[in-house]
């Protein structure tokens, strides 16, 4: 698997506070990664450094095998940098078009790559509409169509669904899920499920550590099931715990049960018991996840 | 600056190009630089040049014109170029430091640079950006040039073919003035965070730095050499038309190459 991202002891300071210390991962050509950590944390200086857009104090960047901003990542590296803006003097295609033809295209495909993008992202009817007349989702939305110009192999998308209704939220992660068999999604949100959903490997950030490098979220699939009830009972616990491969269950925020098991104890598979001992005592549940949710993991 | 792409950078310049002369904004900087054209013709060139080309004030205007080494310039054929020379020499600077006091800092503040930046590497942006602007003024000045020409032949001049050929002489003459400006700019963008901020600077360092290097050179015999990097350092000397190849052609060149290595270095180093 080939190997888009190699960064090792990389560390970045502004001025006495120190955003990153001595972060080391990869991410290979694969399923979306998911970029996680508190406010302040260094996510997006950590997408900044990535991107090119600031020098790093110590420690090795590559990006494709080259440093970042290097000429040879172009067309291969997009990105939605967090808070930036596009310029108020153009329309959104023009400067759309002027991305595609500095990336290659003639000025005839640039219009028609500058027409794509704007429609998988839902602007089909506002090529011409400078980026003031746009609400605040529908600039961001320009902003995710202008990373899917050409044929990048490795999208960076920070905060990408932030400030989106949930109708186009849920259109940019289905075109992340719809795309991700090509191109390797690097995706920093606060919205856990939404990074549950999509990703397959996490990087967990916090005061500037990696915390966590996870190869996969349901890496405790195997011995975790998380039940989100309607309503609560007493005697959950107690029946759930009866069941023979169930070592122990608690209750976490909400209505929400972590179920921890012995896979070799079962006799068969547990989510059916569970499910089946539910609907034997007439017990509503929302959602079965398996193993522990993304939140339960970090936090 | 390493391996540059031409076509990116062409693509730049081309961009700029539409950012004046294809945007609403453009369209009214051109209204207005073509109305306060419009004043210094009807009031300056036009009036000056019958003053030169008067019999009755010609002892006059040799004694002021040679006091200030101007002969050569009385010498051409069109009056009006000459005191279009002149005025230009003077005006056209502050023209190109205006056009150009917004080449990469307010794309930076608002972020747009992160989307182009994927792109293009710094170097081509910034060497494109210039281009650009320098086209811009390339054109402006030869729109006021030629309607200095335009002016003559109102006035009943004829304008032959060594009028045309000086013509020339004096648009490359004042392009090569607006490069270091032009080139200035393009160093202060990538430090400040708007349009404004970069006219305040250059209008500090121009001021605060005249009056440093005024002082030190009471106490450093050599100092005083430090205004050579000062855009249009040489304007006084180049106005007579007979300036020496080094204050004519060298000194705003090597300003120029200068002022955008020192530029380049900057923006390579700046955060986004």
């Known amino acids: ?299 | 600056m390493s391996s540059l792409n031409v076509q990116r950078i062409w693509t730049i310049i081309q961009f700029e190009l539409t950012r004046l002369f294809g945007s609403k904004r453009g369209v009214v900087i051109l209204g207005a630089f073509s109305c306060i054209w419009f004043l210094i013709y009807y009031y300056l060139i036009s009036s000056a040049a019958d003053l030169v080309s008067s019999g009755s004030f010609k002892d006059i205007v040799i004694s002021v014109f040679g006091e200030l080494n101007l002969l050569n310039i009385l010498e051409w054929g069109i009056p009006q170029l000459s005191v279009y020379w002149i005025v230009a020499m003077y005006l056209l600077p502050v023209f190109a430091l205006l056009f150009s006091c917004d080449q990469t800092c307010s794309d930076r503040e608002r972020g747009t640079l992160r989307f182009i930046l994927l792109r293009t590497t710094r170097s081509e942006l910034l060497i494109g950006r210039f281009i650009g602007q320098v086209l811009i003024v390339s054109i402006l000045i030869t729109i006021t040039l030629s309607a200095s020409l335009i002016l003559a032949l109102t006035k009943g001049q004829s304008i032959s073919i060594n009028d045309l050929g000086l013509a020339c002489k004096v648009l490359g003459n004042l392009i090569l003035v607006t490069l270091p400006f032009i080139a200035s700019m393009s160093l202060i963008n990538s430090f400040v965070k708007s349009a404004k901020m970069s006219i305040v600077t250059y209008i500090l360092l121009y001021v605060l730095g005249g009056i440093l290097i005024n002082l030190l050179s009471y106490l450093v015999a050599d100092v005083s050499l430090l205004f050579y990097i000062y855009p249009g350092e040489q304007i006084d000397r180049v106005l007579g038309f007979n300036a020496s190849v080094f204050d004519q052609y060298v000194l705003p060149t090597v300003q120029t190459i200068g002022f955008m290595l020192v530029a380049n270095f900057s923006l390579k180093r700046a955060s986004l």
């Open chain 1, 1 to 299: 698997m080939s190997l888009l991202v190699e960064v090792n002891g990389l560390s970045k300071n502004f001025g006495d506070k120190q955003a990153l210390n001595n972060v080391s991962f990869e991410i290979k050509k694969g399923e979306p990664v998911a970029l996680v950590g508190p406010n302040g944390a260094g996510k997006t200086t950590l997408f900044s450094i990535l991107c090119g857009y600031l020098p790093y104090d110590t420690g090795n960047v590559k990006i494709f095998g080259s440093s970042p901003a290097s000429s040879s990542t172009f067309n291969k590296l997009a990105a939605l940098p967090q808070d930036a803006q596009l310029d108020p003097a153009y329309s959104i295609e023009e400067q759309l078009k002027f991305y595609a033809q500095l990336q290659g295209f003639s000025r005839k495909q640039s219009v028609i790559e500058a027409h794509r993008t704007l429609d998988l992202v839902g602007l089909k009817d506002n090529y011409k509409v400078k980026p003031l007349e746009l609400s605040h989702g529908m600039r961001k939305r320009v902003s995710i169509a202008q990373s899917l110009i050409g044929s990048p192999e490795l999208i960076m998308l920070d905060e990408a669904t932030a400030g989106l209704d949930p109708k186009h939220a849920k259109d940019v992660r289905e075109i992340v899920s719809r795309l991700s068999g090509e191109i390797t999604f690097v995706l920093s949100s606060h919205d856990l499920s939404e990074l549950e959903r999509l990703c397959d490997q996490v990087l967990y950030l916090e005061n500037g550590q990696l915390k966590t490098h996870q190869t996969s979220i349901s890496i405790d699939s195997e011995s975790y099931l998380t039940l989100r009830m309607k309503t609560l009972d007493n005697k959950f616990i107690e029946a759930v715990k009866s069941l023979s491969s169930v070592t122990d269950v608690n209750l976490l925020q909400g209505k929400e049960y972590l179920i921890s098991y012995d896979p070799t104890l079962q006799s068969s598979p547990l989510d059916i018991e569970v499910l089946r001992l539910c609907h034997t005592n007439n017990w509503s549940y929302t959602q079965l996840f398996n193993g522990k949710t993304l939140e339960n993991q970090l936090f």
